[in-house]
Structure formats: C-alpha cells, structure tokens
C-alpha cells in the first residue's frame, strides 16, 4: 500500500511541475522572443544547442543508470552512499574534459567565436549538471522535492530575465540567468539530498570512476544518439542557413517541446523508478504494467496533437508575433512528434532498458541518429528550416516501427488490446483514486 501512497503523492507532485512547465513558457517566452526578434531568438538557441551535448555528456545518462542501480537492489545507507559519491566524482571528470573542448571550440569555432560571452554564459548551466541530485530524489520516489526545486528555479530565472532584457541587445542575459537560477537550485539539491538522506561523500579511486563510466557507456551512447538526431537539426541548420532560420525552426520546436516535456516527465521521473520495480519483481508483472500504460499514453497524445494542429497557428502568433508567421509550418508538421517521443519512451527507456537489454536500444538510437544526420543535411540543403522539421518527425516515426520489432523479436509484446477498452481505462484510474495502482 505504501508504494502506491508513492506513486499517488509523486503524480500529485509532478502535478506542479507541469503547471509551471505550461505557465512560465507562456509568460517569458512571447516577451523574449518579440524583444529580441528571429535572428537574436537563433542566436541564443543556435549555442544553446552546442551546451546540450556538453550538458548530456556530463549527465552520462546516470538519470536512468543510477537510479536503476539503487531501485532494482536492497537500497541501504551504504549503497546509497558508494552509488551518490560514484555518480559526484564521474561528473567532476566529465565536466572538466568538457571544459577543454568546449574552450577550444569557442577560441577556433567560428560560428562560437564570434558570441565568445554568450557561449561562456550559456556552459556555465554545466555546473548544474554535476551538482543536482534531481536522479536521486527520483531513485528515492521523493517528487516532491523535485517539484519545489524545479518550480524555484523557473521563478528565478523568468523575473530576472523579466527585469534584465529590454532590448535586442539585452539576448546575452538570457544564458546567463538560466544557468545561474540552475547553478543555485542544483546547489540547494545537493545539500538538501546529503542532509536528507544521511550522505557523506566517500573517495572514489579515479579508475573506479573509469570503470562506472565504461559500464554505463551503453545507456549513455543511446542517449547521446538521441540527443544528436533532436538537437543536431539546429547546429546543421546555422551551419548551413542563417540565424533567422534558426530562430523560424526553434520558435516552433519550443512550443512542441513544452508539450513534450510534459509528456515524458512523468514517464521519466514517476513511472520509471515505478515500472523499474516491476520488472524487479518479475519479468511478466514489468510487461503487463507497460501495457496498461501503453494505451493512456498513446490516446492522450494523439489528442493532443489533433488539438495543437488545430489551434497550433493562433497560439503561435499569440506567442511570437507577426515576425514569427514562418514558424507556424514548422510547428504543424512537429505536433505528433510528442505522441511518437512518448511512445518510444514507454518501448525503450521503460520496456527496453528495464530488461537490461541495454545493447538493443542503443543500436536502434545510433543507426537512427546516422540516419537522420544524413538526412538532415539533405533536407535543410532541399528546403531549409522546414526541412529540418520534417526530418525530425520522420525520424521519431522510424524509430517508433524498429523499437516495437525488436521487442517483438524478443518473444515480448507491448501491446494488449484488452487495456484499450473503456473499462480497464475505468478500472484504471479508479484504482489510483482510491490508490491502489
């Protein structure tokens, strides 16, 4: 009973959490955008899209890895000890390697060269990577905690950005906020997490760190992968377009991306740990909590992609302005992108990975991730920023088809139509009213 007090009290939780994903967009994100104006609006995504590898590369996927390691074994003081200081050393030596390249694509990178203070503002959201606890407090099932930290963050970082940008010439201050609001709220989880959970920080031998990091290349190179085939469509489209079809493409994707965030956040912070101890106790009782999720996924997000698609060109003007009209098309071919974002999540991080079939999600992420860079070159060469969102889009649909026949070829199905029917949707949702998930 006790564990679907949990699940109950983290939904609850993540309740805010995506309340203030939906709220704060809405008010910093017209304001900024009409301040600053496409090219300003490129400028700023364009290196926020070189920080996310190195932010990626520093969080080496230990979202999914160590919290797997704490959820599916006895959790005692020691081990949750030996696994937070592990996790802490491994990011000091990832943040530092990150540090020399990221230094020397900003002395010799042209296109970082010439915004050298905007690129040195926008890696200081690194730090944040090696000090938030935020995969600790979900190992832990303790959203709440997760829920305060990320509503503070979004506070500090939307009235300072608020107060601070009043002219085209003000776009440095927007990198430079988000990473100092995240820099302090990581700091806050740290501590917080220490103090909570009676941790002390035990010295890790750096080839232990090595070892870790080897063991959990799999993961990590899925991940990355993915964050190639998302992001890369950014860093090719400066490279080959201007800045202003920077801003036109990730005006729309920003919007996408808000849904989509709220969409896999629960997946990842809730129903991860969850799903995890499933698997834990038996393979079939994993399998059969995938499938009754499966069907809730799929039907709201294919509604709210009718939704979007409908309303999606008055929100965006509503949003952006007339200066952003050119993002509307791009906004419309990405508003399933959520739906087949959510889908493979459940197939891969919740089924895939759960099952410790590790190597298979990562070939199906790296073969995709080359396919789309191919394609996407070819694309944006053909037609510019929309053709980076089609590409988007037509590669989350081929990853969607190889991931449900991999898990087929391994004799598991994902899908069972009897939790489609009404009445398990009933039984479903009464269950966690009355929390007994």
Request: glycine share 4%; aromatic share 16%.
């Amino acid at each position: 009973m006790a564990g679907k007090n949990v699940l109950v009290k983290n939904i609850a939780s993540l309740g805010i959490v995506q309340i203030a994903n939906f709220v704060f967009p809405l008010i910093s994100v017209p304001i900024i955008s009409r301040i600053l104006g496409p090219e300003k609006f490129g400028i700023i995504n364009f290196v926020g899209a070189f920080v996310v590898y190195f932010n990626m590369f520093i969080g080496y996927g230990f979202n999914l890895t160590a919290t797997r390691r704490i959820t599916q074994f006895t959790d005692t003081v020691e081990r949750r000890q030996l696994i937070f200081s592990e996790v802490f050393y491994c990011k000091i030596i990832l943040f530092f390697i990150s540090l020399i390249i990221f230094t020397n694509f900003v002395l010799f990178l042209p296109a970082l060269e010439s915004e050298r203070l905007l690129s040195v503002y926008a890696f200081i959201f690194c730090i944040s990577s090696v000090l938030t606890q935020e995969w600790l407090f979900q190992a832990m099932q303790d959203l709440p905690r997760i829920a305060l930290l990320n509503l503070l963050g979004k506070t500090i970082y939307i009235i300072s950005v608020l107060l601070l940008i009043r002219e085209r010439s003000d776009y440095y201050w927007q990198p430079l906020m988000l990473s100092a609001s995240q820099v302090i709220i990581s700091l806050i989880s740290f501590v917080w997490a220490k103090k909570k959970y009676k941790i002390k920080l035990i010295f890790i031998p750096i080839n232990r760190c090595f070892k870790l990091l080897w063991d959990d290349k799999t993961v990590f190179f899925s991940l990355a992968f993915t964050s190639i085939y998302t992001t890369v469509n950014v860093v090719v489209l400066g490279v080959l377009q201007s800045k202003e079809s920077v801003g036109f493409y990730t005006a729309g994707q920003r919007l996408i991306s808000v849904a989509q965030l709220v969409i896999t956040l629960p997946l990842a912070q809730v129903f991860y740990p969850y799903i995890s101890k499933a698997f834990a106790v038996n393979k079939e009782l994993g399998i059969q909590t995938v499938q009754k999720l499966l069907p809730i996924v799929i039907i709201s997000t294919v509604l709210l992609a009718i939704v979007m698609f409908v309303v999606g060109e008055n929100v965006l003007m509503i949003f952006y302005g007339n200066d952003f009209a050119q993002s509307v098309i791009v906004f419309k071919i990405l508003t399933f992108i959520p739906m087949f974002v959510a889908i493979n999540n459940v197939m891969g991080v919740q089924t895939i990975l759960n099952l410790n079939l590790d190597k298979i999600y990562f070939k199906v992420i790296a073969i995709n991730a080359f396919v789309s860079v191919i394609t996407n070159i070819l694309m944006v060469h053909q037609w510019g920023f929309i053709g980076c969102a089609i590409n988007w889009l037509f590669t989350e649909m081929l990853i969607c088809l190889i991931l449900y026949f991999s898990i087929k070829k391994e004799g598991i199905s994902v899908i069972n139509m009897k939790y489609f029917m009404l009445s398990h949707f009933r039984g479903y949702y009464n269950e966690l009213a009355k929390k007994r998930f």
